[in-house]
Each structure stands twice: as C-alpha cells, then as structure tokens.
C-alpha cells in the first residue's frame, strides 16, 4: 500500500459522513418532514451526535498513516475513549432519526478505525455489540423486520470494512518487516565479508611472518657454520 492511504481514508471517512446528508438535502422519501416532526429537544440532540461524530472522527483519526503502516497508536486509551464517543453518536443519531437507515452508515466509518486499535477478535466483539444496539435503535422506526435486516446488514458491511483494513496493516507491516530482515541480512553479509578480508589478511601476514622468520633462522645456521669452519 502507498504512504497516502491513511490519509485517504481519513478523507473518505469525512466525506462519506458528509455525504450521509446528501439524501436529506435531497429530501428522498421525504426525509425532510420526517425531521421536521421532531421535537426541538429531539433535533437538537440528532444535530449534536451528528456534528460529534464528525469532529470525534476528524480527531480521531490524526497520524492514521502511521497506525497503518506500524500499527503504533499513540494514546491508544483515549482513542478507544474516542471510539466509544463515535459509537454513542452514531447510536444517539440514528435513535432520533436514521433517515430511512441511511444514517448506520456512520458505523462502517468507525468499524474501518478498530483494528488499529483492537485485536481481530475485539474488533468483532465491538462490532456485533453496536450493530445490535443498531437494531435497538431503529425499531420505533422501521419495525421489528426491517430494523434487524438494516443490523444484520450494517454488522456485515462492518466486519469487511474492517477485514480489508486489517488485511491492508497486516500487509503493510509486513513488507516493512521484510525491508527490515532485509538491510539486516545485507549487513551481516557485509561485515562477514569484512571479517573474510579481515582473516585473509591475517593469514597471509602469519605467512609471511613465518617465512621470513625461516629465513632468517636459516640464515643465522649457515653464519653459525659458515664461523665453525674458521
């Protein structure tokens, strides 16, 4: 994967939360009565968790480039903090009004965050766990059928979001431990090459040593009878 997927993420996940509006602005199925018919109290709320989610996930999602390709989350517990926070607004949104379910969308965003914090087996736990709060939240609006066809569908879509962005971090490490093993392997090659020029040298300088310590011991026999003999 390239240095800019984790920024990219992070831009689709804003615009994919941007563009959870688009429905309502374009007043599809009548989604603007629908909102209208709220309470004040009950706007106000939808309005709130929406605009949270968003500026939770604009924080949460600083430095993502680097959970992807080292997995290292720094203040991983505040984020799981942040995490808890996205859950909540999306929950807290789609309690007062989905759009027609438009609006558990806001989940898959989150679920693409998980396994840069959590463990597979968590990731799904917490998934499951939001998708069936999911099917709690949408049942005064689109009934007992509907509601747990959008869950089941929404924990689906969710666990494959996070399934290929955990196949994208496993990937990435990856090639990034190989890189590692890699220049290491190159290193220790170097210096065992060092060490055989190194071990050479030093063969052929005892060589030497050694013949020229012949020689001369040599030499100093033929002095010593070349002297007898006067």
């Known amino acids: 994967m390239h240095t800019n997927t984790g920024p990219l993420l992070r831009l689709g996940g804003l615009l994919g939360w ?6 309502l ?13 709220l309470s004040p109290l009950a706007f106000s709320l939808w309005l709130g968790a929406y605009l949270s989610f968003g500026l939770t996930y604009l924080w949460m ?13 720094t203040r991983r517990s505040i984020r799981l903090l942040g995490s808890l926070t996205l859950t909540l607004s999306a929950l807290t949104v789609n309690l007062m009004f989905s759009s027609a379910g438009d609006m558990s969308m806001m989940l ?20 499951a766990a939001q998708s069936a709060l999911l099917g709690v939240c949408l049942l005064h609006q689109l009934g007992m059928g509907e509601a747990l066809y959008t869950a089941l569908f929404m924990c689906i879509t969710q666990s494959l979001t ?7 971090q496993n990937e990435r490490r990856a090639r990034q431990a190989l890189g590692a093993l890699n220049v290491q392997y190159r290193f220790t090659h170097a210096l065992l ?27 100093h026999r033929h002095d010593d009878g070349y002297s007898s003999q006067w």
């Open 162 to 168: 996070a399934l290929l962005i955990y196949v994208v």
């Open 193 to 219: 090459q060092q060490a055989t020029r190194d071990a050479e040298r030093t063969r052929i300088a005892r060589e030497l040593h050694d013949a020229l310590g012949h020689h001369l011991v040599d030499d």
């Open 108 to 127: 898959v965003l989150l679920a693409a965050l998980l396994p840069g914090l959590l463990t597979w087996r968590l990731t799904l736990l917490w998934i």
């Open 61 to 73: 999602t600083t430095g993502i480039a680097q959970w992807i390709a080292t997995g290292d989350v």
């Open 25 to 37: 602005g374009l007043d599809v199925g009548g989604r603007q009565e629908t909102l209208r018919q």
């Open 18 to 23: 941007l563009g959870l509006l688009v429905p």
